[in-house]
């Protein structure tokens, strides 16, 4: 958008910034999302798999926030991830009411594969776009300001 339209103008081209950072967001998160399919991975797993790469033994609400869903189904998803032998839950030493999420030595393997994909599918999206790089810090800022954010589906899509 040129700095010279008028505001009306953004209405019909559908450039309004929020607009615009929706549709970015969907189209690097669904391009990221088709490596991953072809790695045998979803999105919402590879999220907690690389949210558990830096933090280990996160509580299942914790993690569900920082995967951007919603707990009930973050809970089938760690059922589904159990039983691939990728995650173990355990009971909290002092609050056995609270339950922590850790990667198995399995998923921690299949975890650094997957974030050797995410580097390069970035690599390769910073290649074409070389000024993705510098708006980083101010989407960072902006993800900050906002707070935690909502519980959504976890896809990019809302």
Do not use: N
């Amino acid at each position: 958008m040129c700095l010279s339209e008028e505001p009306g103008d953004r209405r019909r081209t559908g450039e309004f910034l929020a607009d615009l950072l929706a549709r970015a967001s969907y189209a690097v998160v669904q391009g990221f999302a088709q490596e991953l399919r072809g790695q045998g991975a979803s999105l919402p797993a590879w999220r907690v798999m690389a949210a558990l790469s830096a933090d280990s033994g996160p509580t299942v609400s914790a993690l569900a926030e920082a995967c951007l869903l919603q707990q009930p189904t973050m809970t089938k998803l760690l059922d589904r991830m159990a039983r691939d032998g990728l995650v173990e839950r355990t009971h909290d030493a002092r609050d056995r009411r609270v339950v922590r999420v850790a990667l198995t030595p399995e998923g921690r393997a299949v975890a650094d594969r997957l974030v050797a994909a995410a580097e390069r599918y970035e690599a390769g999206v910073l290649a074409r776009h070389p000024q993705a790089e510098a708006i980083r810090g101010v989407l960072l800022d902006l993800a900050a300001q906002s707070g935690p954010a909502p519980p959504g589906r976890g896809d990019g899509g809302g």
